[in-house]
């Protein structure tokens, strides 16, 4: 039977975020900063595993953030870091363990990753 490339590629992604996960943990000290893009849109969330909770989120999807129309997806993605890390900082997290969760650091979760660094948090 053949798979078709889209499976083959959410395999080896899930592969990879299952590797990645084996690793890295979040605890109180320093929470896991986790990421998921969709085709249209990028959400992230700082989760402390220990507890079990999920501490701060942003996605270009909520209410509190303003993206304006005509921006690109890296664009978003980098203004959804930037209010990620404002809204840890005002929780109190100043530092985190980033988990990529099998995508490539590049395009827009690097840019979300620039956004959450230039907004004060530290990984």
Known sequence: ??????????EHR????????????????RPRLVVFRSLKHIYAQIVDDTAGKTLVTASTRGKDIQIPAGLKKTEQSFLVGQK????????????????????????????????ARKAGLDF
């Open 1 to 10: 039977m053949i798979k078709s490339s889209t499976k083959i590629k959410v």
């Open 14 to 29: 899930n592969r990879r975020r299952a590797a990645i996960r084996k690793k890295l943990r979040g605890t109180a000290e």
């Open 84 to 115: 990620l890390g404002e809204k840890a900082l005002a929780a109190g997290i100043t530092k985190v363990a980033f988990d990529r969760a099998g995508y490539k650091y590049h395009g827009r979760v690097k840019a979300l990753a620039d956004g």
